[in-house]
């Protein structure tokens, strides 16, 4: 208050001295008229203070520069659903309006930013939307038994998932992997997840990228999504489920081969009805190993060349899937709280594999890839069953020909587990898996035939919530996953993995 009688004092002698000496005032008429104006301006201040605009104003989202400027790590664009903040309004001075001087003449006083540390309720900005987290899984596997090695042309035990499996391997990072993710927008749910533990050759421990999707909701709810980018490609349950929350080390390779990596680049519309979502709402409470919200109903497109490599025809891969889960409370008491989810998912695709020229490997000719397949599975409440089976046909060497053809393909697994929520050591579920494929290795050089027959029995443990342990013993009957290897190998393994999600 002090500094507006002080500018106000100082600009009425500067207009008022001129006059003075013109009309000869008195200095009794000069010192009536800075009171008439101390009184002019106490006035105004009072008014100001019952509702008018005051002389500093408060900061909030709306009237601050917060999310405008670039400097000091602030983004271009404020917060989910902020207006952007109002340009400035010259101040206006007129010498008959003793309120319009100080604005003018005073620069105005700094403003809190709204997304400065002290400012209570200012909105999130994008990056605080995102959140950070991951998993780590360390792989030991033992040969108890078996082919372990072999001579030149005869099929050593090997798998196409696990890279681990060697005569000279010990300790493997199977997947080291960071997901970002998080609501850059009401309507804007962004995904990006790297793998530090990929393997080139004899070198380990490089980066690939495995998923990098937006999804754009349709609807308030968000039942209804469109997925741009590299994601997942909706075939097979147990393609769809995360590694960090399968039972199972590893997929099993019917299922597996129709889209290995599971992942390609494209656009998948998914639907979820809200009763649907309240099942699965229901079991992931409990503890249920999901197979992550693809929705009830998918339907996409991709390039069709499986993940991380250049698209090899100027032809589409159209997918399909729907699943649905049914509560089984109507059956009676027994059965009260049980679900049952069954589906199925199909493909259509036309493939190049990578095949070999003489001693230079480089893309073949595109062959037909078309595959059907079913699954069903009862929840462990505390006892269940999981299976899946997939027909089709794709490319695959054919060592009379020496070339690669398009052959029939068949095969899947049946799985059962038992859920103990609680025991002297945590949480842990034990489980047994036998699987069966017999077809092509589309991504292997030369679409190699793979002819599996696998029987797993394991058991995870979690202890504490974030660490899992998985102990399991395998007999195995494989043919390598080489057109120059013939043959089925055999053996036993011992194989343990330890999980620590983050």
């Known amino acids: 208050m002090k500094r507006r009688l002080l500018t106000a004092l100082l600009l009425s002698s500067a207009l008022v001295l001129p006059c003075a000496q013109a009309q000869a005032q008195t200095v009794a008429e000069l010192q009536r008229q800075i009171n008439e104006l101390k009184a002019l301006i106490k006035a105004q201040s009072e008014a100001q203070g019952r509702g008018g605009r005051g002389p500093l104003r408060q900061a909030n989202a709306r009237n601050t520069d917060a999310g405008t400027f670039p400097a000091a790590g602030r983004p271009k664009e404020s917060a989910i659903g902020q207006p952007a903040a109002p340009g400035p309004v010259p101040h206006r001075f007129a010498i008959d ?70 005569d000279r391997n010990n300790f493997t990072f199977r997947r080291v992997r960071l997901v970002l993710q998080g609501d850059i927008h009401e309507r804007v749910f962004l995904y990006i997840q790297p793998d530090f533990a990929v393997g080139v050759g004899d070198r380990q421990h490089f980066t690939q990228l495995r998923d990098a999707y937006a999804d754009v909701f349709l609807d308030d709810e968000r039942r209804t999504k469109l997925r741009f980018g590299q994601q997942k490609v909706p075939y097979g349950w147990e393609n769809l489920q995360s590694s960090q929350n399968r039972l199972t080390l590893d997929r099993s390779d019917a299922i597996n081969s129709g889209v290995p990596g599971e992942r390609d680049i494209g656009i998948t519309f998914y639907y979820t009805p809200a009763h649907v979502q309240r099942i699965w709402d229901r079991l992931a409470k409990g503890g249920q190993k999901l197979f992550g919200n693809y929705g009830a109903l998918g339907v996409g497109i991709y390039n069709g060349q499986t993940i991380n490599r250049v698209e090899g025809n100027n032809d589409l891969m159209t997918v399909m899937m729907a699943t649905w889960p049914f509560e089984l409370d109507g059956l009676g008491e027994a059965f009260k709280g049980q679900v049952v989810e069954v ?117 995870e443990f979690q202890p504490i919530k974030s660490v899992e342990l998985t102990l399991a013993y395998a007999n195995m009957k494989r043919r390598e996953a080489s057109s120059s290897r013939f043959g089925r190998a055999e053996g036993d393994l ?9």
């Open 97 to 166: 309006e003793p309120e319009t001087w100080y604005d003018a003449l005073v620069p105005p006083a700094p403003q809190l930013l709204a997304d400065g540390p002290n400012h209570s309720a200012r909105p999130k900005t994008w990056f605080e939307r995102l959140s950070l987290r991951g998993y780590t899984q360390l792989r030991g596997n033992e040969f108890l038994s078996g082919d372990d090695t072999a001579p030149s042309g005869v099929s050593r035990l090997r798998s196409v998932h696990d890279s681990g499996i060697t």
């Open 343 to 459: 589906g199925g998912s199909a493909y259509r695709n036309r493939f190049r594999p990578e095949a070999t020229f003489g001693s230079s490997t480089a893309l073949g000719n595109t062959f037909d890839d078309e595959r059907v397949g079913v699954h069903a599975m009862l929840y462990p409440q505390p006892f269940g069953l999981q299976g899946e089976w997939n027909w089709g046909r794709g490319p695959e060497f054919d060592p009379v020909a020496r070339a690669i053809l398009t052959k029939p393909l068949q095969g899947g697994y049946v799985q059962a587990m038992y859920k103990v929520d609680h025991s002297p050591v945590g949480p842990f579920m034990p489980y047994i898996r036998w699987q069966t494929y017999d077809g092509g290795w589309k991504v292997g050089t030369n679409a190699p035939r793979l002819d599996t027959d696998e029987l797993e029995l394991g058991v």
């Open 494 to 502: 011992f194989r343990g993995q330890l999980q620590i999600n983050y």
